[in-house]
């Protein structure tokens, strides 16, 4: 199974095998360069999109559906399969397709079908990225080149350095998402315990199922019972990427006790 943009936050004991892989590779220093492009006159072009393992994290899932123009029910049906971490929290699958090389479902001669709403994991290959928090809660991340043999984009000659590579790949937006998925993770491990059944579900809805989340805020009065501005409310209610922040803030409030951007009212 091709590794393609691995990357492995402390927090997701799943992604001890991915760890042990990055762990085997090259570091990629801030400001050290890589050669690399991908585009279709590459011989390998599309070889890579076939037989991958791909997380879908929250953020992943909501600009997928975006891009696709889907609701959540449908997006998760047909794109992914649902599990759950060693943790407790769940995690999406992107599902191949049913060819005998598992292909990606978004794959066209032409490239990928969903180019602006591809996940992080698209975006980020050639890199891998590991994550950890240390003892103060601070993000710490490194990145490693993962050179793999049939990849001919190492033969191009476009220079990168891990933070071009992230502004030209809109990564800043989706690793800064997807990082407090991974605090959230970092925590319920903190707790020794795997987060209850009924706890999980609720991140699904709040998490994946963003459309369903606003009727289930409003029909809870969910808002009404937080310190926040009109402006705030009407945000989350109206925008799924405000909505998706405020999921973030709202379940670490609810399962661990506070936040720090959300108080309840008196
Ligand atoms: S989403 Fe696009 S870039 Fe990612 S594996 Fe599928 S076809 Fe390839
Ligand atoms: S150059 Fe590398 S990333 Fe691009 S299609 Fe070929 S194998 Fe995939």
Same mark, same amino acid.
């Given at each position: 199974? $091709?590794?393609?943009?691995?990357? #492995?936050?402390?927090?997701?004991?799943?992604?001890?095998?991915?760890?042990?892989?990055?762990?085997?590779?090259?570091? $990629?220093?801030?400001?050290?360069?890589?050669?690399?492009a991908c585009h279709p006159k590459v011989a390998c072009f599309n070889a890579c999109c076939r037989d991958l393992n791909m997380p879908l994290a929250p953020y992943d899932v909501l600009r997928l559906r975006q891009e696709l123009d889907m609701n959540s029910e449908e997006f998760i049906g047909y794109h992914t399969t649902v599990g759950q971490y060693p943790n407790g929290y769940p995690v999406l699958h992107l599902k191949m397709d049913a060819s005998p090389d598992r292909a990606c479902?978004?794959?066209?001669?032409?490239?990928?079908?969903?180019?602006?709403?591809?996940? #992080?994991?698209?975006?980020?290959?050639?890199?891998?990225?590991?994550?950890?928090?240390?003892?103060?809660?601070?993000?710490?991340?490194?990145?490693?080149?993962?050179?793999?043999?049939?990849?001919?984009?190492?033969?191009?000659?476009?220079?990168?350095?891990?933070?071009?590579?992230?502004?030209?790949?809109?990564?800043?937006?989706?690793?800064?998402?997807?990082?407090?998925?991974?605090?959230?993770?970092?925590?319920?491990?903190?707790?020794?315990?795997?987060?209850?059944?009924?706890?999980?579900?609720?991140?699904?809805?709040?998490?994946?199922?963003?459309?369903?989340?606003?009727?289930?805020?409003?029909?809870?009065?969910?808002?009404?019972?937080?310190?926040?501005?009109?402006?705030?409310?009407?945000?989350?209610?109206?925008?799924?990427?405000?909505?998706?922040?405020?999921?973030?803030?709202? $379940?670490?409030?609810?399962?661990?006790?506070?936040?720090?951007?959300?108080? $309840?009212?008196?």
């Amino acid at each position: 199974m $091709i590794k393609r943009s691995p990357t #492995a936050p402390q927090a997701d004991p799943a992604a001890e095998e991915t760890q042990a892989f990055l762990d085997s590779l090259p570091e $990629i220093k801030p400001g050290e360069s890589f050669q690399f492009a991908c585009h279709p006159k590459v011989a390998c072009f599309n070889a890579c999109c076939r037989d991958l393992n791909m997380p879908l994290a929250p953020y992943d899932v909501l600009r997928l559906r975006q891009e696709l123009d889907m609701n959540s029910e449908e997006f998760i049906g047909y794109h992914t399969t649902v599990g759950q971490y060693p943790n407790g929290y769940p995690v999406l699958h992107l599902k191949m397709d049913a060819s005998p090389d598992r292909a990606c479902s978004f794959l066209t001669p032409a490239g990928c079908s969903v180019y602006p709403g591809r996940s #992080a994991a698209c975006r980020t290959y050639p890199l891998g990225r590991a994550t950890r928090e240390d003892d103060n809660g601070t993000l710490v991340e490194q990145y490693f080149l993962v050179q793999e043999p049939h990849c001919l984009g190492f033969n191009e000659k476009s220079q990168w350095t891990t933070d071009t590579w992230l502004q030209d790949q809109e990564l800043v937006e989706y690793n800064r998402m997807n990082d407090r998925y991974m605090h959230l993770m970092a925590m319920q491990q903190r707790t020794g315990y795997p987060l209850a059944q009924k706890h999980a579900t609720l991140c699904i809805l709040a998490f994946y199922q963003l459309d369903r989340f606003a009727g289930f805020l409003e029909s809870m009065r969910v808002l009404d019972r937080l310190v926040l501005s009109d402006e705030e409310k009407q945000a989350i209610m109206e925008d799924e990427t405000a909505r998706l922040e405020f999921a973030f803030d709202w $379940i670490e409030l609810v399962l661990y006790g506070s936040n720090a951007r959300l108080t $309840i009212k008196e």
